[in-house]
């Protein structure tokens, strides 16, 4: 029991290191900031249940999430998620928030034991 209790969590860490592949590369230039890394520290001890980045284009938010995700999260095995609406439509995200959920449950299940969601096959291979 021991030993596929092992195989399934060397598993989930290989799809959450596969999932977010692209985002340890978008942050390979990240420039440490410790400030902004302890207030996303204090995320993971549960003291604030939220942190608002502000800051203008360009200023390094989303590379700091990348890095953080990439260094922090997937290699301590907590499972994350990122949706990033410079990549999706977010007026799509507005209008169909379910949209946002099933990409954010898709992302989570292979780091979850167990797989707890179900995915339906798609019908003669063809996708969503």
């Known amino acids: 029991m021991a030993l596929s209790g092992r195989r399934n969590e060397l598993a989930r860490t290989l799809v959450a290191r596969e999932l977010h592949r692209s985002t340890f590369l978008g942050a390979a230039r990240y420039l440490h900031r410790p400030t902004l890394e302890a207030g ?27 890095w953080f995700i990439s260094s922090r999260c997937v290699e301590t095995g907590i499972p994350c998620a990122l949706v990033d609406l410079d ?9 169909y928030p379910f949209l946002v959920a ?3 449950a898709h992302q989570l299940n292979g780091q979850l034991t167990g797989a707890p969601v179900e995915w ?3 019908a003669l291979g063809r996708g969503w």
């Open 120 to 122: 339906p096959r798609p």
């Open 87 to 95: 990549v999706l439509d977010p007026v799509n995200a507005v209008r």
């Open 102 to 104: 099933l990409e954010i």
């Open 40 to 66: 996303l520290e204090r995320l993971l001890d549960g003291a604030p249940h939220a942190l608002r980045l502000v800051g203008a284009g360009g200023y390094g938010k989303a590379t700091l999430l990348r």
